[in-house]
């Protein structure tokens, strides 16, 4: 189940906001507990008793490091069990191919679950993984104390909204909201509003803008990958980098804003994913700008214990791209996301010395120019296939006069969908002056007017193209 379903927008959601509402506020937490449980059992069947279990052990473990007078050895269990459980689904099978390929006298079986024809990747692990190392990691460091019953914990980890692809929160900022009275109290019918405006707005990037350009990008990489087709044209290439550029923010960005939203409504304030980033003047000042929890975890979890920027120069190069290289790894277990993330790292080496320097002395415009190009030509290595096809296409981007000319067709943008993006494009700048990571609700009546008309509009039409089986992919889904 997906937030851009009829089955979620018409059936769980409407329901399980009534029960909430309807029911006594003391089992409000049991109700939302229940709900998320189910959400995610839909999607992954069996696997949810991996994040039963995960949720139950660490819960264990934190109460352990913040009473035992051993807790380095509590917590190096707790760090053993999440990221052994991490490495075995997503990363095992990768190295035996790996090692299958550069050893052929001695071939290693890839691994495989009774039951099962190939390991499957359980929704969500990589997000879920990382938020119950934080949590143990911060009890360990003293910044907070551990839940006070499982079902605070398990609110924390299971709750729907965040639960598949983030964004990635700590326990300590929302444990004061773990408590239903005090969500009871705080919460109004101004913000629940507010967080129903929000999540429209999440899934109009989804359905206006995501969903139809990732059909033009997946035409345009697929033009290597499916037989009988030709390499790109230069056009083409650029039309699909650029696609998959915009497709690939509106497709997260919305999806954080729909989770944000929905969190609002239970009463719940999750942190703000996204904050413009293609405006941003340099790489730097993207990675504070794109998937912003992803960056502070890396941050605060890995960059800082590892000395971060306070060595030598070569320290902080080794730091950031240890960093960035398990960035990649994060995002799946191939050789095109381990190049990505060395790529960003290698970018933001370069401009912690001189390029940092020029790009500070550049006109605005210039460097956004010029951060936007590094970062398009990012997206290609992060939606190729192989690493072959990675230079084919960048072959192709890169050279005007080569390869095959051919008719870019179209045939999905048509004229009624391209009404659709611009008629939402126009209502998106004109009303989205907030900041999802925080809340104000005191609208002048016209704004409130003008946004209700967009939450129904957005409403009317996401059904509408919903009902004819549109193409409906989440890409973070995968990671």
């Not at 790996?98 to 691994?111: A, D, K, R, Y």
């Not at 360990?140 to 605070?152: C, E, F, N, S, V």
């Not at 994913?273 to 975890?297: E, G, K, Q, V």
């Not at 409130?448 to 089986?469: D, E, I, K, P, R």
Request: with cysteine; glycine share 8%; net charge positive.
């Amino acid at each position: 189940m997906v937030f851009s379903s009829l089955v979620f927008l018409l059936l769980f959601l409407p329901v399980t906001v009534a029960l909430y509402y309807l029911s006594q506020t003391r089992y409000r937490n049991v109700l939302l507990c229940t709900a998320s449980v189910f959400f995610y059992l839909t999607g992954s069947g069996i696997q949810i008793l991996l994040l039963l279990l995960t949720a139950a052990v660490d819960y264990v473990i934190g109460w352990r490091v913040y009473q035992s007078r051993y807790k380095k050895a509590w917590l190096l269990l707790s760090l053993t069990f999440n990221i052994g459980f991490l490495a075995y689904f997503k990363y095992a099978n990768f190295l035996i191919d790996n090692w299958n390929g550069l050893v052929e006298w001695f071939n290693v079986p890839l691994l495989q679950i009774k039951g099962w024809k190939e390991i499957v990747l359980p929704l969500g692990i990589s997000f879920y993984t990382f938020e119950t190392m934080a949590y143990v990691i911060d009890i360990y460091m003293g910044r907070q104390k551990p839940a006070r019953t499982i079902l605070d914990y398990a609110m924390y980890i299971t709750m729907f909204p965040h639960l598949i692809a983030g964004p990635i929160y700590r326990f300590k900022e929302i444990h004061h909201e773990i408590d239903p009275e005090a969500r009871s109290k705080a919460n109004n019918v101004d913000q629940m509003f507010y967080g129903l405006y929000v999540f429209c707005l999440g899934l109009g990037k989804k359905i206006f803008f995501a969903n139809v350009l990732g059909q033009v990008a997946d035409y345009c990489f697929g033009t290597q990958t499916t037989p009988g087709l030709i390499a790109p044209s230069f056009q083409e290439a650029w039309i699909g980098a650029l696609a998959y550029t915009f497709q690939i923010y509106f497709d997260f960005s919305g999806y954080s804003d729909m989770a944000i939203g929905l969190g609002m409504i239970f009463g719940f304030h999750f942190p703000q994913n996204f904050d413009r980033p293609y405006t941003a003047s340099s790489i730097t000042d993207f990675w504070r700008r794109w998937h912003m929890t992803l960056s502070r975890w890396f941050r605060d979890y890995l960059y800082i214990p590892l000395g971060g920027n306070r060595g030598s120069r070569l320290q902080t190069v080794r730091n950031l791209m240890i960093v960035f290289l398990l960035c990649g790894l994060w995002h799946g277990a191939k050789w095109t996301f381990v190049l990505w993330g060395m790529y960003h790292g290698l970018l933001l080496i370069l401009e912690r010395g001189p390029l940092g320097s020029v790009l500070e002395r550049m006109p605005r415009v210039a460097a956004q120019a010029y951060t936007f190009l590094l970062t398009v030509v990012g997206w290609v290595l992060f939606r190729a296939e192989t690493l072959g096809q990675i230079g084919t296409y960048l072959k192709a981007m890169f050279s005007p006069l080569a390869g095959t000319v051919t008719t870019f067709q179209f045939y999905h943008l048509t004229r009624r969908d391209t009404e659709f993006m611009i008629a939402f494009c126009f209502a998106f700048l004109a009303l989205i002056r907030f900041d999802v990571g925080g809340i104000s609700v005191r609208w002048p009546r016209f704004a409130a007017v003008l946004q209700a008309g967009l939450v129904c509009c957005v409403a009317a039409f996401t059904m509408g193209s919903l009902a004819t089986g549109t193409f409906n992919p989440f890409i973070y889904f995968r990671f």
